[in-house]
């Protein structure tokens, strides 16, 4: 079992930025995958970014090219997302998400989340 736990969210103007941190608590040592999306009131979970286990490859939603960035910390039991230049469109629920089964942009790829931190960023 895959416990994971999100911080780092807040309350941002528009043009700055945010690093959010997802702690990874496992029993194995097994390489998961590594995901982040965000969801809004009435709307589906948004793929936003994704890790492979190595750390080597990294995938992002169009939205988010160029202005985030997925990363892993050293010990390989967390990782970041930093994020730049925000907008009030990436208000969200930020979630963190770990699998087993490849680097995917749908959200029932991935067997472990996180409880989710808020993200705002006022105009």
């Known amino acids: 079992q895959v416990q994971l736990g999100e911080s780092g969210g807040g309350l941002v103007q528009a043009g700055g930025s945010l690093r959010l941190s997802c702690a990874v608590f496992r029993r194995t040592t097994s390489d998961y995958v590594m995901g982040w999306f965000r969801q809004t009131p009435g709307k589906e979970r948004e793929f936003v970014a994704a890790?492979?286990?190595?750390?080597?490859?990294?995938y992002y939603a169009d939205s988010a090219k160029g202005r985030f960035t997925i990363s892993r910390g050293n010990a390989k039991n967390t990782v970041y997302l930093q994020m730049s230049s925000l907008k009030p469109e990436d208000t969200a629920v930020y979630y963190c998400?770990?699998?087993?089964?490849?680097?995917?942009?749908?959200?029932?790829?991935?067997?472990?989340w996180g409880r989710g931190t808020q993200v705002t960023v006022s105009s």
């Open positions: 998400a770990a699998g087993t089964r490849g680097v995917a942009t749908q959200s029932g790829r991935y067997d472990y």
């Open positions: 890790i492979s286990g190595s750390g080597i490859s990294t």
